[in-house]
């Protein structure tokens, strides 16, 4: 793609925020979401952090809130900058984890989805998920910066030479 519109060296999020996702036997744990940003999208449970919240507290509560359950060690896999034409600018925070307490169950905000890694509906999913949900898969870790026109993306940098640990 061409060059970026926007000095990212400058760019801040108005919103912080978390995205979990649950990968056990060939499996991945994702929502259908039923409110806010993204509704009627397929997306990992996630949210806004608090005040006084670390994007790993914020992460647990949110996978709890969502689905009533608790990722056991979850670990930082990728960073996502978010530059939205409709919202406030958004810092996403992805995490990953192998296990979870309890049964996934549908809430007020999302309904569970267990699909194989081999069938993710990308087509169902924000537009710029199929560039970074392989890589954390995979365990590679990234930084990607996307700019979004309504839910269409304009533009895309994925970066792998990251370490989040």
């Known amino acids: 793609m ?49 005040p006084g919240e670390s994007p790993l507290q914020c992460v647990i509560r949110e996978t709890q809130e969502e689905l009533l359950i608790t990722p056991l060690n979850p670990r930082k896999i990728g960073e996502l900058w978010f530059s ?8 996403c925070h992805v995490f990953r984890a192998d296990d979870h307490t309890d049964t996934p169950t549908e809430t007020d905000e999302a309904v569970p989805l267990w699909t194989s890694v081999e069938s993710i509906p990308y087509n169902q999913m924000w537009e710029d998920d199929r560039h970074w949900l392989p890589l954390l898969l995979e365990e590679t870790h990234f930084h990607g910066r996307f700019i979004f026109e309504g839910e269409s993306m304009q533009w895309m940098d994925m970066d792998t030479s990251v370490n989040w640990r």
């Open 2 to 50: 061409a060059a970026s519109p926007i000095d990212w060296s400058q760019w801040q999020g108005g919103i912080h925020a978390t995205l979990m996702f649950v990968v056990n036997n060939g499996r991945i744990l994702l929502i259908e979401k039923k409110r806010g940003l993204g509704a009627g999208k397929i997306n990992g449970p996630g949210g806004k952090i608090d």
């Open 84 to 91: 939205m034409s409709d919202s406030p600018h958004i810092l």
